[in-house]
């Protein structure tokens, strides 16, 4: 049986700790292959403007440059409307109905995981594993939900950040890899503050519901 790594987010704009993070879980969860999902729609992120799809499309592609087992999914893009996680997964399970499917999320998502769209018939479709968030300091222990942890030291940014310091004209060279640098200011991406959140907003990687 094959094990497929689902592993959604804006990725507005990615960075190298969603690298990061996918390689240690492709390690650790012994995974064959993992599918990056741009969001659509996030329903946690309705009151902000997100860059183009076509942009944070293509940047995506670029992060998975030279990484074989990497790979991007465009469903959620194609689907258009509000992005749900039990959607996709039900996508995935129609694709790959024999495989088993493993869930990466963060550890703000597991602390809210209760209150998606639908968390038993996710449960049902697929196995989770979490990462540790800065600012989400509390044990994964503390949660009645099943779920594998992803080990390791990880870059502590978000895209917040990274989106913020691009408004301010500041260096993001160690946060993001060179070809991304290079087309978001071939294409002037990120130069206005209307594509910054809230501060209080830790759901940079995944969407919550």
Do not use: C
């Not at 592993?7 to 704009?13: E, K, L, Q, R, S």
């Not at 301010?168 to 991304?180: A, E």
Request: charged share 25%.
């Amino acid at each position: 049986m094959s094990r497929i790594g689902v592993f959604g987010g804006t990725f507005d704009p990615p960075h190298k700790g969603h690298i990061a993070i996918a390689e240690k879980a492709m390690k650790q969860l012994l995974l064959d292959r993992i599918y990056f999902i741009p969001a659509s729609l996030p329903p946690h992120k309705l009151q902000r403007t997100s860059m183009k799809a076509k942009h944070r499309l293509m940047m995506v592609k670029m992060a998975l440059a030279g990484h074989k087992r990497f790979k991007v999914s465009t469903m959620e893009l194609r689907r258009r409307g509000i992005s749900y996680t039990v959607d996709t997964l039900k996508s995935f399970r129609r694709r790959f109905p024999n495989a088993a499917l493993v869930l990466i999320i963060g550890a703000d998502n597991l602390k809210q995981f209760q209150s998606w769209k639908s968390p038993k018939a996710i449960l049902r479709l697929a196995s989770l594993a979490v990462y540790k968030r800065r600012g989400f300091n509390q044990s994964l222990k503390d949660h009645d939900v099943a779920f594998q942890p992803i080990k390791g030291q990880l870059l502590q940014v978000s895209s917040t950040e990274i989106r913020q310091r691009l408004t301010k004209g500041l260096t993001v060279s160690k946060l993001i890899s060179k070809p991304i640098e290079r087309y978001i200011k071939q294409h002037s991406l990120y130069v206005h503050s209307h594509h910054i959140v809230r501060k209080n907003n830790f759901n940079e990687i995944n969407r919550t519901h």
